[in-house]
């Protein structure tokens, strides 16, 4: 929350603690600030926050890869800058992870369907050496068909785990649709680009085959990472799996797993998020018109069974979920797109949802409230919390039927607000601050302007 304090009276002081109090309430759309737009013709955005300045990093796809560092109320800092060796492609979301010793981003994304690549950005500076290779084969056989690559970074050990969806060929010439492992050293350097799988028990059978990407988080208090996937079986049922992975003497190491954690018919990756504050995951997945969720301890056991995480809204069709866990107020921010199918729903593009979860029980408290225009295709949104704000950013596109023509790029949104006061239940004082101001004024005092104080609370 910012604020700006000229002088305050003794006698406004002393009837802002008489006055009574506002209750505390979850985020709305209305506490978002209005829609940025920026990286024109951009898509498949991905934002991280970094350093306690407040700067967030917004990478994203235009063919290419590229960054762009973004103020706590998306503002730019700065100019775009390119990530990406020229003439190469990407259809599917970069990401990023922050290294908080280092200050400064690994950046992953698959390039040509091929090869996951990274690079290093430095905060204040951007992209720092050269684009690198973090996989490209797995037992000697090249990767193709690649999806959706991620990072999660472990301080202690200081190393990240890179997971993603590939396929290969195994046993007889048999194509594997497979989730992969491989560690990335937090100076940018990779011990190993071939890959270790993940996914199924049975490398040479590959039973299991993976669809749109894998996902992972990290335990500090357990040293081990939480990998999720979406896969079909033999009788084309689909499930959403799990494993936890340890580093042992430097190599990806299946230490738990596979785990099912809960039917999917729509094979969509799930999102993995680590509760800090019980030592747990949170994993959300899309499933037939839903997002769908289940915990998972820090031992690789489901916790009770999956939940619907958003059966407030049934306006449609739902699509994959991206959270953040906020360990001050124990809320996952959750935020998905989503299409409305009833002819009475006056949206019908695909729009951005933002709605808070529960950290004791994964339950959705209140309905997802729409932050993107509704007359805007609006998709793919992503989130993060930077200081006291929460930042989401998605892609937009806009087709023209008289030109033949679409315009799209990239929108966000931000809310600053206290997540202090709602881990400890305590209120909103807006009102309070403002009858105190005007009385102050009167007797000749001061005046204080709190900006937004608007807080999230389970």
């Known amino acids: 929350m910012k604020t700006r304090s000229i002088f305050v009276a003794v006698v406004g002081a002393s009837l802002l603690t008489i006055t009574t109090a506002l209750p505390a309430t979850a985020l709305t759309e209305s506490d978002f600030g209005d829609i940025v737009s920026f ?19 917004v ?51 698959e390039e040509n369907e091929e090869t996951v690549a990274g690079r290093i950005v430095e905060h204040g ?45 195994v046993g007889e010439g048999s194509d594997c649709q497979a989730a992969f492992g491989v560690f990335v050293n937090a100076d940018g350097t990779v011990p190993t680009t071939e890959a270790t799988i993940l996914s199924t028990p049975d490398a040479e059978v590959c039973a299991e085959q993976v669809d749109n990407g894998a996902n992972v988080d990290y335990s500090p208090a357990t040293s081990r990472w939480l990998v999720g996937w979406a896969y079909s079986n033999g009788a084309n049922a689909a499930t959403t799996g799990t494993v936890l992975v340890e580093n042992v003497a430097g190599v990806v190491t299946i230490d738990v797993g596979p785990v099912i954690v809960g039917s999917n018919s729509r094979r969509v990756h799930p999102a993995i ?19 769908f969720g289940a915990l998972v301890d820090n031992a690789g056991a489901q916790i009770g069974t999956r939940f619907a995480v958003n059966s407030v809204d049934a306006r449609g ?7 953040i866990y906020d360990a001050a107020a124990d809320l996952f921010l959750t935020v998905n797109h989503n299409t409305g199918d009833d002819e009475a729903d006056p949206i019908v593009q695909p729009f951005v949802g933002y709605w808070e979860l529960a950290g004791a029980t994964g339950a959705s408290a209140a309905a997802p409230q729409v932050l993107s225009d509704p007359l805007v295709q609006s998709e793919r949104p ?77």
């Open 39 to 57: 990286g024109e013709n951009g898509y498949a955005p991905a934002i991280v926050s970094g350093p306690a300045d407040g700067t967030s990093l």
């Open 59 to 109: 990478v994203y796809a235009d063919e290419e890869i590229f960054g762009q560092f973004v103020d706590t109320e998306l503002g730019m800092v700065g100019a775009p800058f390119q990530l990406s060796n020229a003439d190469t492609y990407s259809s599917n979301p970069p990401t990023a992870e922050w290294n908080p010793e280092r200050q400064e981003w690994l950046v992953v994304w």
């Open 125 to 169: 500076v951007g992209a720092v050496g050269s684009q690198f290779t973090i996989s490209d084969s797995h037992d000697g056989s090249t990767f193709g068909d690649m999806e959706l690559a991620y990072a999660a970074y472990a301080a202690d050990q200081d190393v990240y785990l890179v997971a993603f969806k590939a396929t290969v060929t």
């Open 273 to 291: 998020e680590h509760d800090s504050t019980r030592d747990r995951f949170l994993t959300s997945w899309h499933a037939d018109t839903q997002v």
């Open 317 to 323: 069709d739902q699509r994959s979920a991206r959270m």
């Open 382 to 458: 992503d989130i993060t919390i930077a200081g006291d704000c929460v930042l989401v950013v998605w892609q937009w596109e806009i087709y023209d039927e008289l030109t033949d023509s679409s315009t799209s790029g990239l929108q966000g949104r931000s809310s600053c607000f206290t997540p202090e006061l709602a881990a400890t239940g305590a209120t909103d004082t807006t009102a309070l601050i403002g009858l105190g101001a005007l009385v102050a004024l009167a007797l000749g005092g001061a005046l204080m302007i709190a900006r937004r104080p608007r807080i999230a609370s389970v």
